[in-house]
Antibody
Framework: EVQLVESGGGLVQPGGSLRLSCAAS????????MNWVRQAPGKGLEWVSY????????YYADSVKGRFTISRDSAKNSLYLQMNSLRVEDTAVYYC??????????WGQGTLVTVSS | EIVLTQSPATLSLSPGERATLSCRAS??????LAWYQQKPGQAPRLFIY???NRATGIPARFSGSGSGTDFTLTISSLEPEDFAVYYC?????????FGQGTKVEIK
């Protein structure tokens, strides 16, 4: 069974940093591209970042470009999101999502990031 | 950025009724559109991809249609477990974008 388990969320002050992790299992992680997608409380879905299977290609939403960094460690079957200079508007549930056929499938259960003073 | 506009925002229907959800793209996305279902407190789940293909395990009462800029998700006869929020999403151009969602609620 494919599993994606996020961790690392929590409460952080504006301007602070946080590193999210996603542990993948049940599939050959190194062969799949991965994404982070977020959802602000009571709001819709927003794609945040993409990393190709080889880490050669990295993409970011304009809203996080220059502040967030996506990475992966295929030896550890793990995906990461380093988030710096956090803003109140970054408050959201962050989902780790596998890309299958360029679609988002499946999704992890999410980890909540709250940016507040 | 391609903007996806979903309508209606909320659909109030009874079990057994037919649901028709719309997604309109600001420019052509060919058939590069998917639909996701999200229930409260849960992560989204892929339901339809490439506009009309059901994902693994999705019941036949769900169907998708359309191409270019206009797409439809149809639920032929609503079951109690179908009441949820549905999002469309395009992969034609970066950034990949989502619609704002349609909530299907029990009337």
């Amino acid at each position: 069974e494919v599993q994606l388990v996020e961790s690392g969320g929590g409460l952080v002050q504006p301007g602070g940093s946080l590193r999210l992790s996603c542990a993948a299992s049940g599939f050959t992680f190194r062969t799949y591209s991965m994404n982070w997608v977020r959802q602000a409380p009571g709001k819709g879905l927003e794609w945040v970042s993409y990393i190709s299977s080889s880490s050669d290609d990295l993409y970011y939403a304009d809203s996080v470009k220059g502040r967030f960094t996506i990475s992966r460690d295929s030896a550890k079957n793990s995906l990461y999101l380093q988030m710096n200079s956090l803003r109140v508007e970054d408050t959201a549930v962050y989902y780790c999502v596998r890309e299958r056929g360029a679609w988002f499938d499946p999704w992890g259960q999410g980890t909540l990031v709250t940016v507040s003073s | 950025e391609i903007v996806l506009t979903q309508s209606p925002a909320t659909l109030s229907l009874s079990p057994g009724e037919r649901a028709t959800l719309s997604c309109r793209a600001s420019q052509s996305v060919s058939s590069h559109l998917a639909w996701y279902q999200q229930k409260p407190g849960q992560a989204p789940r892929l339901f339809i991809y490439d506009a009309s293909n059901r994902a693994t395990g999705i019941p036949a009462r769900f169907s998708g249609s359309g191409s270019g800029t206009d797409f439809t998700l149809t639920i032929s006869s609503l079951e109690p477990e179908d009441f949820a929020v549905y999002y469309c999403q395009q992969r034609s151009r970066w950034p990949k974008t989502f619609g704002q969602g349609t909530k299907v609620e029990i009337k």
